[in-house]
């Protein structure tokens, strides 16, 4: 079965630091990944998405994701933390299923 | 502008009472999805619908209820069986159902028990 771990429910960066979010999936089929934003009391919002083009993703925002298939990581990164990136981020995982399945979330702090 | 829209933003429900969230898409996608998110658990699949007249129960579905008579609506009721409701609901759609395709959500409904 497909699962989604991501370590760290928080995280706090200092205003123009490095930002590493982790994720970890388990998959029986070569996985899509996905990380999603939610700013407080909104819907989520696409980042970015891995689909086998290439592994390393691009996404908005100045974010992206490097998958490996060694290391079952989808880990998310930004090489510049604003503050305007303050938010809940979540990975989430699809396979051969027609479900999505969402990790528990990481919120980020950002500090001036 | 193409997207999801939700009604309300916030719900009250009195013990006993069944309560209806509206989930409404312009997108023209075929597939929608209703998730609960309670903090520290991230999204729960509750109910999703493939296509119209048809919805398969997600890994929650007890104490809830949908219809998909129509393909840009697909409503949540969420009856006096689920005994707790309070939580953020969130509806989402997609082109299809396969495994590579995004799903776009709307802003959320907040549910909470008076």
């Known amino acids: 079965a497909q699962s989604v771990t991501q370590l760290g429910s928080h995280v706090s960066v200092s205003e123009g630091a490095l930002v590493l979010l982790r994720c970890n999936y388990s998959?029986?089929?070569?996985?899509?990944l996905f990380w999603y934003v939610q700013y407080p009391n909104q819907g989520l919002q696409l980042l970015l998405k891995y689909t086998s083009a290439a592994t390393l993703v691009k996404g908005i925002n100045g974010f992206e994701a490097e998958f490996k298939k060694s290391e079952t990581s989808f880990h998310l990164t930004k090489p510049s933390a604003h503050m305007s990136d303050a938010a809940e981020y979540f990975c989430a995982v699809s396979d051969n299923t027609d479900k999505l399945i969402f990790g528990t979330g990481t919120r980020l702090q950002v500090f001036p | 502008d193409g997207g999801i829209t939700q009604s309300p933003k916030y719900l009250f429900r009195k013990e006993g009472q069944n309560v209806t969230l509206s989930c409404e898409q312009n997108l023209n996608h075929d597939a929608m999805y209703w998730y609960r998110q309670d903090p520290g658990q991230g999204l729960r699949l509750i109910y999703y619908s493939q296509i119209v007249n048809d919805f398969q129960k997600g890994d929650i579905a007890e104490g809830y209820s949908v219809s998909r008579e129509k393909k840009e609506s697909f409503p949540l009721t969420v009856t006096s069986a689920q005994k707790n409701p309070t939580a953020f609901y969130l509806c989402a759609s997609s082109i299809g159902t396969k495994p590579r395709e995004t799903q776009y959500f709307g802003p959320g409904t907040r549910l909470l028990v008076l």
């Open positions: 998959s029986s089929v070569p996985p899509y």
